[in-house]
């Protein structure tokens, strides 16, 4: 069974310039999740879809905006982008229901310069 | 606001000292706790999901342990192979519909040959 997938591996943009980020989940899962983990920092909460909806979104500003498709596929945009947004960007997926793990892909690293 | 604190930052074993990692969390009622493995530049890997207070896992060389105030990680005769950063995460009830995971900054482990 694949895993959650992500492209591209890695990405690097101007400042100002927009970011798009994509993750294909484990097949069954309807629920997607995007973490960013800058240097030193732990995991931080950005973004939770499922069926196609947004279900909550972490303390992150609006520039930071993404969607789920039919296909429970996600995209991550990040605009106007800064130095500071610098990081891996990580994206899990999970089954329906409460009881339920998250399984990670192996992230993005984009370098804004 | 839901807390996560891992302790120690760093450790370092030689092959076959067995140790513990530390996982302290505050949340207005546990939905569940999370272990992962992740290794340097990849996404997070699952280890293990604990729910009530007193349960435990076992896998391979690790066991995790769950109490109602943290969670232990167990490694019994590590490998170098072990070496990696250790997460825990904790999904709460407060967050009502919503399971996104509130990570702590990990514990960095080398096990030296």
């Known amino acids: 069974e694949a895993g959650v997938t992500q492209s591209p591996t890695h990405l690097i943009k101007t400042r100002g310039q927009q970011a798009t980020l994509r993750c294909s989940p484990i097949?069954?899962?309807?629920?997607v999740y995007w973490y960013q983990q800058a240097l030193g920092l732990g995991l931080q909460f950005l973004l939770w879809y499922d069926e196609g909806e947004e279900r909550n979104r972490g303390n992150f500003p609006p520039r930071f905006s993404g969607r789920q498709f039919p296909n429970y596929s996600s995209e991550l945009n990040v605009n106007a982008l800064l130095l500071g947004d610098s990081a891996l960007y990580l994206c899990a997926s999970s089954r329906q229901g409460a009881r339920t793990e998250a399984f990670f892909g192996q992230g993005t690293r984009l370098t804004v310069v | 606001e839901d807390q996560v604190t891992q302790s120690p930052e760093a450790l370092r074993l030689q092959e076959g000292e067995s140790s513990s990692l530390n996982c302290s969390y505050t949340?207005?009622?546990?939905?569940?706790l999370f272990w992962y493995r992740q290794d340097p530049g990849k996404g997070p890997e699952f280890l293990f999901t604990?729910?009530?207070a007193g349960e435990e896992k076992e896998k391979e060389r690790l066991k995790a342990t769950l109490t109602k105030k943290e969670s232990f990680l167990h490694i019994t005769a590590p490998k170098p192979e072990d070496s990696a950063t250790y997460l825990c995460?904790?999904?709460?009830?407060?967050?009502?519909?919503?399971?996104?995971?509130?990570f702590g900054s990990g514990t960095q482990l080398t096990v030296l040959p």
């Open positions: 097949s069954g899962h309807t629920s």
């Open positions: 949340v207005s009622g546990l939905r569940g």
């Open positions: 604990l729910y009530s």
């Open positions: 995460a904790v999904q709460s009830l407060s967050s009502g519909s919503a399971r996104q995971l509130t």
